[in-house]
């Protein structure tokens, strides 16, 4: 059982920065793929970001929407994953979960998933 706690969503003005942690329990967590999924009003949760588990040397994953701009990252020794967004944009306004799944490569569907967060909110003023 992994339980996900995030943190760190609030309200910015667009250009702005900030970084979601999601904590997890457990002591296998270098041993899941992590991701990090958003869901606006009206719209179908996606992911934005996801990286591989720690033996595979940590591939990443962006949307397309998000490239250039976010960057997930993992800290196995916390047992933390990250996701630095900047440059953000009103459109990035959602719910954005974490999420884990017991497989060794890039998950991005949300079907995989084993294990998800309460999810944090993000408001991006214009």
């Known amino acids: 059982q992994v339980q996900l706690v995030e943190s760190g969503g609030g309200l910015v003005q667009a250009g702005g920065s900030l970084r979601l942690s999601c904590a997890a329990s457990?002591?296998?967590?270098?041993?899941?793929?992590m991701g990090w999924f958003r869901q606006a009003p009206g719209k179908e949760r996606e992911c934005v970001a996801a990286?591989?588990?720690?033996?595979?040397?940590?591939?990443?994953y962006y949307a397309d929407s998000v490239k250039g701009r976010f960057t997930i990252s993992r800290d196995n020794a916390k047992n933390t994953v990250y996701l630095q967004m900047n440059s953000l944009k009103p459109e990035d306004t959602a719910v954005y979960y974490c999420?884990?799944?017991?497989?060794?490569?890039?998950?991005?569907?949300?079907?995989?998933?084993?294990?998800w967060g309460q999810g944090t909110q993000v408001t991006v003023s214009s």
């Open positions: 999420a884990a799944a017991y497989l060794k490569v890039v998950v991005t569907n949300s079907d995989e998933y084993d294990y």
């Open positions: 457990g002591r296998t967590f270098s041993s899941y793929a």
């Open positions: 990286i591989s588990w720690s033996r595979s040397g940590g591939n990443t």
